[in-house]
Nanobody, 129 residues
Framework: QLVESGGGLVQPGGSLRLSCAAS????????IGWFRQAPGKEREAVSC????????YYADSVKGRFTISRDNAKNTAYLQINSLKPEDTGIYYC????????????????????????WGQGTQVTVSS
């Protein structure tokens, strides 16, 4: 089971730290993806981190503003989101993938919704003044 937390209402330019706590399995062995879904839009990957070597992926729209990390000792992953924009509004989901990939294959595969084995219930992020 994955449980996200940390969402909320924030003004443009603000920051949030989203958490994704795992239970029932060890997050160490899973690649983690953070996705978001805006109203009326498809779920899209914003960031991923591999389980093997810490390789990360960021969507172009969030590069330089979002930072993904993991704390295997706490069985938790995080997404630090800074300089928030109204277009960042949506439900943010974390997901865990038992498969891992190396090199360029990682960024190709980690963006795929169908790749993941576990999903959280989502946390709402609203960016508005």
């Amino acid at each position: 089971q994955l449980v996200e937390s940390g969402g909320g209402l924030v003004q443009p330019g603000g920051s949030l730290r989203l958490s994704c706590a795992a239970s029932g399995f060890m997050l160490d062995y899973y690649a983690i993806g953070w996705f978001r879904q805006a109203p009326g839009k498809e779920r899209e990957a914003v960031s991923c981190i591999s389980s093997s070597d810490g390789t990360t992926y960021y969507a172009d729209s969030v590069k330089g503003r979002f930072t993904i990390s993991r704390d295997n000792a706490k069985n938790t992953a995080y997404l630090q989101i800074n300089s928030l924009k109204p277009e960042d509004t949506g439900i943010y989901y974390c997901a865990a993938d038992e498969r891992d990939y190396l090199g360029p294959m990682f960024s190709r595969m980690c963006k795929l919704v169908e790749e993941y084995d576990y999903w959280g219930q989502g946390t709402q992020v609203t960016v508005s003044s």
